[in-house]
């Protein structure tokens, strides 16, 4: 039996919200229209912070209200304080993402908090979403390197897993916000988070800032993780987190993992076609895909391995 590898589509919001392009409601629309007929069933959709600090999501209620609801398509809306959950349940999101630090430094700068301070509010966060019978994960941001404090002690990963399943958590990821990690940390990583995660499902989230996201995916894929955050084109960023580009492509993440003989459920060709018209149509910008500037693998040469 195939292995299947879900791959969460974040372009909607982590892939647009440092983009210097602010997408009208209506193109947005249209991005996720078209992720969904590329197979796409589960995505980031919106994110519920200060429209002051992320401009470029003042709209999510509206996209949120405006998205095709159709079987099988989940949408999952950001929320960082129980103002955001709230505005998140209103607007009908089928889940919650909730963002945990793993170090003070970028912490206090995106959250005005520190890492234990965010497990805190995650307890009430957690209880709100359960008490509407909605699943709400968790995203540690900065797990592998801070910013403005550099390295980051693995230890508090595991410790913070615990609390996320403590509160209920139905997922809980780790996410490579400034693009560090390698291969190696990302083993030792989940090694120590799933001392303390138990039966909690783990999900990665790889920025492809120094190039090393898809070598990343490939040991968390070896490792047993069984779903992957990515961006279509490549876009996103953090605007807390300095030189932070953007997220890995998803249709490289594709290319790789079916290459490798895992199924992801989302076609390739239609990835490709989608990350080019965010280049050409909706973004006008080059967008970081090496899939959208190669291609998938050459029928040619697919032909004669078949014979």
Not at 1 to 28: A, C, F, W, Y
């Amino acid at each position: 039996m195939t292995r299947k590898i879900e791959i969460v589509e974040v372009g909607p919001r982590d892939g647009l919200q440092n983009d210097p392009v602010l997408l009208s409601t209506e193109m947005k629309i249209e991005f996720i229209s078209r992720l969904i007929d590329a197979g796409v069933n589960r995505m980031e959709a919106a994110s519920f912070v200060h429209p002051k600090l992320v401009p470029a999501m003042a709209d999510s209620a509206e996209v949120m209200a405006l998205v095709p609801r159709l079987d099988g398509v989940r949408y999952i809306g950001l929320a960082l304080n129980e103002r955001g959950l709230r505005r998140a349940l209103e607007a009908g999101c089928d889940e919650i993402n909730y963002v945990m630090v793993a170090s003070p430094g970028f912490g206090l700068r995106n959250q005005n908090a520190t890492p234990e301070q965010t497990a805190d509010l995650f307890d009430k966060i957690a209880i709100l979403a359960h008490d509407e019978g909605v699943p709400v994960s968790v995203t540690v941001s900065v797990a592998f390197g801070d910013p403005f404090d550099g390295e980051v002690d693995a230890k508090i990963l595991g410790e913070l897993a615990a609390r996320a399943k403590a509160a209920g958590a139905c997922e809980f990821a780790l996410g490579d916000t400034i693009g560090v990690a390698d291969p190696w940390s990302v083993r030792k990583a989940l090694d120590i988070v799933r001392r303390e995660s138990g039966d909690m499902r783990l999900r990665m989230h790889f920025h492809n800032t120094r190039n090393t996201a898809l070598a990343n995916i490939a040991a968390a894929v070896d490792a047993g993780v069984d779903v992957i955050d990515a961006s279509c084109g490549g876009i996103g960023g953090c605007p807390f987190a300095p030189k932070a580009t953007g997220n890995v492509a998803t249709e490289d993440v594709i290319y790789m993992l079916e290459r490798g003989g895992f199924e992801t459920g989302i076609d390739l060709d239609r990835m490709i076609a989608t990350a080019k018209w965010l280049e050409d149509v909706a973004l006008k910008h080059p967008v970081e895909s090496a899939l959208k500037r190669a291609g998938g693998f050459p029928g040619a040469l697919a032909d004669k391995t078949q014979a």
